[in-house]
Each structure stands twice: as structure tokens, then as C-alpha cells.
């Protein structure tokens, strides 16, 4: 059964994941766009073979910079917008609650929270994060996705949300040095929304904006804002004490290990760095970090 429903899709070469994606939403969704940042493997000929619309725009290391602009140039003729990534997709007792609730929610909801499962080396990381709830449907004209590097969460501009029961799955199929280099990445561009919290850098971590967020987003806010204020690289020793120990990671076995390791001590503890490096390049001076920023890594970050 089609839902009044088009799903968004960002891809650069997701040969790998996008297949998986598209069969398991092909069902519900009236329209999908693809949105590709010039991908050079099979990406666009998988998605040609699903009758998805293939927009391209250039990738600038933003997620929420891409998928406003894909709400703001695809012609989208349904009521209502779901948002996944490639390597995500619905299981089918979600799909289910889909068809069931979707068509007679209330005039007043604006978007629906799901729970996300997350896969790590094929296994469910049950204890330690689960779960987590993400808002990824919602009418159109009535969210965007909030201007974050980091952490970014769909915005509701009216209404109110509601929380399905069932889940959707972040399973990646890619080996662990892709995950690592992958964190790389983001190392960097959360650093940048730690030193945004802590000294208002472009204004893109002001409080008042988390009035417009799904509760558990403005939740997960509140615990970074209160992560900002602990000392560097003892925080992510405490943050994978929390995660590993007090939550029950452990429970997951050499994966659950590996996972919280990476994601949570790893990880952080390079976003900490990031911090040191740029605070002894340029102390706390504002204008100093945003050219260093540009100058070094390339984030040309306007104030908001």
C-alpha cells in the first residue's frame, strides 16, 4: 500500500547499502528522491532501477546543509516526508505501523518519532544505547533539519509529535576501517559543536532553538550541553564508563566492547583532541578559531 508519503535518500556511492533501502520502502512510498553527491560507483544505476528521482548537489561535509536543500528543490507532491539514510531501513512491523496510523494521525501532529536499532559487525547493540529516538517522518512545509555539523535533528516549524511503538534499523555494511575513518571525519566537525556550545562560536547551539525539537532530541541536547562543561579527555573516559558499564554494554560481548570502545572512548577522546589542538592554536578567542577553522579544515561557518 502507498502511503501519501516521499522518503529522502543522501547517497555518495552507496552501492553497498542502497538496494537493501529501496526494496524495503518501494511499497509505501508514493515518490523517492535520491539526493547523490556525484557518486562514481553503481549508486545511480541502483536507484534508475527502483524509478527513484535522482537529484545531484554538491557535497559540503553537512548533512543538514544537503537535506534542506533537497527539501527546498524537490518537487514534492505528498503530505508526508520520511528521511533515511542508505544504509538504514524500516522492519516490517514498522512498515506495518506505517500503513495502520500514518493515514489517520491527527491534523495537529507534525512528525513521528521512531526507535532506532543500531547493528554493529551484524550484531544489535541492544544494551548500552537502545533505545534511541530519532524524528524522521514528518508533513511537509512543517519541519527542516535544524544547521548543525553535528547531531543534527529534524526541526517541527508547527505541531506536535507523536512516538511510534516499532523500529528502524542503522545496520552498516562496511568493514571496521571504513568506521574508523568514517569517525575521523566527524571528529573534527563535532569538536567544532563542542566549541559552539561552549563559546557560542556561530550561534547554531543556542538553547532557545531546542524548543522546536522531539523531547528525547532536546534531552540529548541538555547532556551534551552538560558534557561541554567536564574536562577534556576525562569526559570520554566517564562517557564509556557510562555506556559500557552502567548501561549494560558489556552484555554484547567482544562486539558490545569494540563498539563502545570506538564510539565512545576512541572516538570522543580524538574529538577531545581536535578541542586541545585548536584551543592551543588559538586560545578562546573567537574569531581566531573560526579563521583557523577555515584556514585548516575548511569550514567556512557563517554566525548565525
Not at 537529484?55 to 520520511?82: C, D, G, M, P
Not at 500503513?99 to 554493529?120: A, C, M, N, Q, T
Amino acid at each position: 500500500m502507498n502511503l501519501d508519503l516521499t522518503v529522502i535518500i543522501l547517497t555518495y556511492n552507496e552501492e553497498i547499502h542502497l538496494r537493501r533501502c529501496l526494496e524495503n520502502i518501494k511499497n509505501i512510498a508514493r515518490t523517492i528522491f535520491v539526493i547523490d553527491s556525484y557518486s562514481t560507483d553503481r549508486t545511480l544505476e541502483i536507484a534508475q532501477e527502483y524509478n527513484a528521482i535522482i537529484l545531484q548537489n554538491k557535497w559540503e561535509n553537512n548533512h543538514a546543509k544537503q537535506l534542506n536543500w533537497a527539501l527546498e528543490h524537490a518537487s514534492i507532491q505528498t503530505q508526508w516526508v520520511l528521511r533515511l539514510d542508505a544504509d538504514e531501513y524500516l522492519l516490517p512491523e514498522l512498515l506495518d505501523e506505517l500503513i495502520r496510523k500514518v493515514p489517520v494521525l491527527p491534523g495537529d501532529v507534525s512528525g513521528v518519532e521512531f526507535k532506532r536499532r543500531h547493528y554493529f559487525l551484524d550484531k544489535w547493540m541492544k544494551h548500552g544505547i537502545y533505545p534511541v529516538f530519532q524524528l524522521r517522518l514528518f508533513r511537509y512545509g512543517k519541519g527542516i533539519c535544524e544547521q548543525r555539523l553535528m547531531d543534527e535533528h529534524i526541526q517541527l516549524l508547527e505541531g506536535k509529535c507523536v512516538v511510534f511503538e516499532n523500529d528502524f534499523v542503522d545496520h552498516n555494511l562496511n568493514n571496521l576501517s571504513s568506521f574508523c575513518h568514517k569517525h575521523i571525519n566527524y571528529a573534527i566537525r563535532e569538536a567544532i559543536d563542542l566549541l559552539d556550545i561552549e563559546l557560542d562560536l556561530f550561534g547554531y547551539s543556542k538553547e532557545e532553538d531546542m524548543k522546536i525539537l522531539a523531547a528525547q532530541a532536546i534531552h540529548k541536547r541538555m547532556m551534551k550541553h552538560r558534557y561541554v562543561r567536564m574536562p577534556l579527555f576525562w569526559r570520554s573516559f566517564v562517557y564509556f564508563c557510562y555506556r559500557y558499564f552502567l548501561k549494560g554494554g558489556f552484555l554484547e560481548g567482544k562486539e558490545g566492547f569494540l563498539w563502545h570502545f570506538l564510539q565512545c572512548w576512541w572516538y570522543r577522546t580524538l574529538v577531545d583532541a581536535k578541542v586541545l589542538e585548536i584551543k592551543r592554536a588559538c586560545g578562546t578567542d573567537k574569531e581566531k578559531i573560526r579563521i583557523y577553522l577555515e584556514r585548516v579544515y575548511g569550514f567556512n561557518l557563517v554566525k548565525k
